[in-house]
């Protein structure tokens, strides 16, 4: 165990038993943020990961052509 973590268990030690509920529900909406946040950047790179076009470009004229078409239908 760190000692940043044992510090933290002692100061936990100290309080009163009802004051251990504030600091639980405290840590556990820090965790679900940290968790939240880290799942949340993986859906995005995946969301972007499939809107990427595999292959290179040679005629942009007709790639927006195409675009056009596949959009509007013109």
């Known amino acids: 165990m760190t000692a940043l973590r ?3 268990m002692r100061e ?3 309080l009163p038993e009802d004051k251990i509920s504030f600091v ?3 840590m556990q909406g820090v965790n679900g943020l940290y968790n939240d946040n880290q799942s949340e950047k993986k859906r995005a790179f995946e969301r972007l990961e499939q809107l ?3 292959g290179t470009v040679i005629d942009y004229d007709a790639e927006l052509a195409e675009y056009r078409e ?3 239908g013109k």
């Open 12 to 14: 936990l030690e100290k």
């Open 70 to 72: 596949e959009k509007y």
């Open 52 to 54: 990427c076009r595999k």
């Open 24 to 26: 639980l529900q405290i």
């Open 6 to 8: 044992q510090s933290a």
